[in-house]
Every structure is written in C-alpha cells, then in structure tokens.
C-alpha cells in the first residue's frame, strides 16, 4: 500500500471507561474476540481531565510538555499535533468534534458557536470541521456530521468525538443505566459505519480521554477515572485481546502516525507498546 493510501478514522468516545466499553461495545469485543480487532487497556494521563488529554491524544505529549493542564487553559496548541503533521506532510485532515478541539486546533479561541461551528475549509491545523458546544447533542448527529466530512473531503486522517457518554456520565455517574446505555448506542453507531470506513480504506482506532467514576466525576487517580478502551481495525496491527494490562494513552498518536506512514512529532513515544506488523510504517 502506498504511503499516500493509508488513512486513519480516530475516535475519541469522551468519557468512555474501559469496564463500560467491555459490556457494551458488543460488536467491537466481537471482532477482537474473532481475530479482527485489537482491544488494549489504555491508562489516560493525570489530570484526567478533557481538555489536558484531548491534547494529550493529539500531540502524543503529557501534560507538563503540552502545557494545557486544566479545562480552564484556553488557548491554542503550541505543540506537533496529528492535524498540524498531517498537513505539514501533504495529507488532508478533518474534525467532526466539540468545540474544545476547534479552540486548540484552529485559529477560533475561544470558540463562537455562530461563527465557528462550521469550518469547512481550513483554520489553523483542522482542514475542514464541524464543530458543537452542547454536551447533549445527539451522538447519532455527531456521527452523522462525520460521515458527510468524510464524504464531501476524503481526509486522510479525521477524529470524530462525541459527548453523550460523558454527559450522562456526570449527570448519573458511571453506575446508572443511563451511562451505559450511551455507550452502546455510540458503539451501535460505530458499527453502522463500520463497512463504510473499512470499505474506504480506514484503520480504525477507538477510544476514550478518560473514564468516569460512580460518583459521576472525573479527574483524578482512580483506576476507573484512567482507564478507558482502545480497539484498533487495521490490517497493520496484530489482532487479539492485549487487555491484561494497561499501557499509556501516549501511544496513540505516534500509532496514528506510524499507520498514515507520516515522520512522528517530536518528544512523541519512540517504542510503541502496541503490536505493530512490520512495514507499517513503510
């Protein structure tokens, strides 16, 4: 395959903890049960905040290296990031994704909803984004902003990064039936699209930036806070259930480079602790 052939789909289920995920993302514990998937334990960084592992997730970089260590640091990235080294090296991005990733990757901060919220056609790292600032907006639209993206710009790399999970999260804690029933019906629709990205020539990474405890928060250094789902479908990555132990959520971006077959940013993991087939970087 051809270095300009690979691309990548990153999905970044906002508060997705990994036990959650294990009951509820049936199709996903299926393909890694049958050799199709990869499933990891991934621990997030501290805080385990949204913000600080948004850009955590994007850079590859711990907090105290990217410098956004709070919900309330609101500023752009200064850091290499996948949309900033995508483009540096000719490959097209795009974001279907909460207002958040407008303000750290793009030219808009802090984030306007009526000016802002469609940013189709480039603003500092992002290609072409839609972009939201209701926790309660739908998953199943948020999916669907993400497949006219892919659709209408065939971007070589697109996160997609919905809010529902979260939102119910705090609103019930991670114990009710109402958390966990956002998490299926976001897996549900990422089995939806499934054959339509893998038809298209995507790997697929799914994930979370941190979990939820059943007090409905997040933040700290709780297992169940840190520990969130990462199932990759890619022919470059060795299949199976890696999941009896954690490895760090720093491996995700240099992942992501390494499969779009792109240089890694600097300060980014040099060995990944995931099962990378040779030539997947070639």
Request: charged fraction near 20%; include cysteine.
């Amino acid at each position: 395959m051809k270095s300009l052939d690979k691309k990548v789909i990153l999905v970044m289920i906002d508060a997705q903890g990994f036990e959650t995920a294990v009951l509820r993302a049936g199709f996903f514990e299926h393909l890694a049960e049958s050799g199709l998937a990869a499933k990891y334990r991934v621990q997030c960084g501290l805080p385990s905040s949204s913000r600080p592992m948004y850009e955590t997730i994007l850079t590859g970089l711990p907090v105290h290296a990217h410098g956004i260590y709070s919900n309330q640091t609101v500023r752009r990235s200064r850091c290499e990031n996948l949309f900033s080294l995508t483009r540096a090296h000719g490959r097209s991005n795009a974001a279907a994704a909460y207002g958040w990733v407008s303000e750290l990757h793009t030219d808009h901060a802090p984030f306007d909803l009526y000016a802002d919220r469609m940013c189709l056609q480039g603003s500092g790292d992002i290609d072409h984004g839609i972009f939201y600032m209701e926790d309660t907006y739908p998953d199943s639209h948020l999916y669907a902003d993400a497949e006219m993206l892919r659709l209408m710009y065939h971007p070589d790399f697109m996160l997609v990064h919905p809010m529902n999970v979260d939102d119910e999260g705090h609103k019930h804690t991670s114990a009710s039936r109402e958390y966990g029933h956002a998490s299926e019906v976001s897996f549900d629709q990422l089995a939806i699209l499934f054959d339509r990205w893998r038809g298209d020539g995507y790997d697929i990474l799914i994930t979370g930036d941190h979990g939820m405890d059943t007090l409905g928060m997040h933040g700290g250094n709780e297992a169940i806070q840190r520990e969130v789902p990462l199932y990759i479908v890619s022919d470059r990555v060795q299949p199976g259930d890696f999941s009896d132990h954690c490895i760090s959520n720093l491996n995700i971006a240099p992942l992501v480079c390494d499969l779009l077959a792109i240089p890694r940013g600097k300060g980014m993991l040099g060995r990944l602790e995931i099962q990378v087939r040779e030539g997947a970087a070639e």
